[in-house]
């Protein structure tokens, strides 16, 4: 027994150099091609918000109710076509920008989504609202419709308090 022992030591040993780099390298080259692909990933959340809707115990308030033609609306309907190109969206973004410039209030766009669209659509839609800086729009389930509205401009100066001084004002004074 004491002679296997003796005749195992007297073995050369043996490097294993090829393991002890690929177990360096292989890991670096990962993580070098792993970050590249990582940055070319466009990785982007959408904030949707949705109108809440009447219940048997909730009730919104007038004022807060989705601007439709019951209430004196006015809309301009569009058949929103499916995968829709960018001359599509030029001649959209036209639209809204003449939205824009109208100086009456109550009126708007309604694009309306049928079947065939998909996500993508409404990614362009929502991309559309803020290469316009439209400020009033949303998504009504109900009927399908993705809506555009003008609200008119508040021109009145709000009151503090029962005053007249409004916030650039008071900081102003001090």
Not at 117 to 139: A, R
Not at 140 to 159: G, L, M, P, T, W
Request: charged share 30%.
């Amino acid at each position: 027994m004491f002679a296997k022992i003796e005749h195992m030591k007297n073995k050369k040993k043996i490097y294993y150099v090829s393991g002890i780099l690929s177990a360096i390298f292989i890991p670096i080259i990962f993580l070098f091609y792993a970050i590249l692909t990582y940055k070319e990933i466009n990785v982007s959340v959408i904030d949707i918000g949705l109108p809440a809707k009447e219940s048997a115990t909730y009730e919104i308030p007038e004022e807060y109710k989705f601007p439709s033609t019951e209430r004196g609306w006015k809309y301009k309907i569009i058949n929103l076509p499916a995968n829709f190109t960018q001359k599509d969206e030029s001649k959209f973004y036209n639209l809204i920008k003449e939205l824009q410039e109208k100086p009456h209030a109550k009126v708007g766009i309604r694009f309306q989504l049928n079947d065939d669209n998909n996500y993508n659509d409404f990614v362009k839609l929502l991309n559309l609202m803020l290469k316009t800086k439209q400020e009033s729009y949303g998504f009504r389930s109900e009927d399908n419709s993705f809506y555009v509205v003008k609200y008119k401009q508040i021109e009145e100066r709000a009151s503090w308090c029962g005053t007249d001084i409004d916030g650039d004002e008071w900081n102003k004074k001090k």
